[in-house]
């Protein structure tokens, strides 16, 4: 029961966040037209000011874990590597396949590993997770290009793609963090403060801005694929994944982040990122997003439950 509701404690707290943005959109407090212009203001200001404040406030030396970054590594590129095979063997369409597969394998890390990470182990043990941000975002965002532009016949340009996550506010923000620590410079007290209450707006912001973005209504037009994804992404790629962690011995803040990896819905960003590329469906892209986010308040409480009982954390 303890563990029933410490997992409860964690979830449902950020749920009924996205709740009230859901409901605040249903009610015309603001519109979904609204929700990309919030979205560029928390990118580019609260999440880089909460990314850089975790980092500046740990331990560089202990925040630093390569077994962990390896492994979490390792495990996106395989997840990455099954998806495209899945998708060349069982999706016709064309413009589907490059979808369905980041739908897979790329994680909402940020928006949701932050919260969960916050819920079971405090404000202040975030280094780890903050450091693995700046290694994963970039990952995701290199395989999703490459992933979209290769089902669509583009070409992928190593250098474009590496110039725009040279330019990612969230790996800008989290490798100024490391510096800071490796130089040991430390912010006049205002300023820190300043920079730990823009990046305490983060988590609430976006989950509130990711309610504000679900619609419901197109979940029918696309039901065996998001069933697929949907399965894949939440339950199949946790069970191998974490249960493969827990066997390598991971435990406490490495299991948490791992859980960010490989347990968080599909990126909101991926919805984005179709619809500017004009590579594929982008009301699929969405309507992943959507699905994945809201069975997530089920996947999410089974993972927390079951992995607590087990001591991991």
Not at 108 to 136: D, F, H, K, S, T
Not at 174 to 197: H, N
Not at 229 to 258: D, H, N, S
């Amino acid at each position: 029961m303890q563990n029933f509701l410490l997992s409860a404690r964690a979830v449902l707290p950020m749920f009924l966040v996205i709740a009230v943005g859901y409901f605040c959109r249903r009610a015309g407090v603001l519109s979904r037209e609204d929700v990309p212009r919030f979205n560029r203001v928390a990118f580019r200001v609260f999440l880089p000011c909460l990314l850089f404040y975790n980092v500046y406030v740990s331990d560089l030396s202990s925040a630093v874990r390569p077994r962990l970054i390896v492994f979490a590594v390792a495990g996106v590129l395989v997840v990455a590597a099954l998806a495209i095979a899945g998708v060349l063997r069982l999706e016709p369409r064309l413009d589907r396949r490059g979808v369905i597969a980041q739908g897979i394998f790329r994680s909402n890390y940020v928006i949701m590993g932050i919260p969960i990470a916050q819920a079971l182990l405090g404000e202040g043990n975030l280094g780890p997770i903050a450091i693995l941000i700046a290694i994963v975002v970039p990952l995701f965002n290199f395989l999703a290009v490459a992933v979209l532009e290769s089902f669509r016949g583009g070409k992928v340009r190593p250098g474009t793609v590496l110039l725009e996550i040279a330019k990612n506010p969230l790996v800008v923000s989290s490798l100024l963090g490391i510096l800071c620590l490796l130089l040991k410079i430390r912010l006049p007290s205002v300023v820190e403060s300043a920079v730990s209450s823009l990046g305490a707006v983060a988590t609430p912001l976006q989950l509130f801005l990711l309610g504000a973005f679900f619609r419901f209504d197109g979940l029918r037009r696309y039901q065996k694929p998001l069933a697929v994804v949907t399965i894949i992404k939440l339950f199949l790629t946790p069970a191998v994944m974490l249960f493969l962690a827990y066997m390598l011995g991971f435990r406490g803040v490495e299991f948490v982040a791992l859980i960010g990896v490989f347990a968080s819905p599909t990126a909101v960003n991926s919805f984005t990122m179709v619809q500017q590329m004009d590579c594929g469906d982008a009301e699929l892209a969405g309507d992943i997003v959507i699905a994945t986010s809201a069975v997530s308040v089920v996947s999410f409480f089974i993972w927390i439950w079951m992995f607590k009982s087990l001591g991991v954390f």
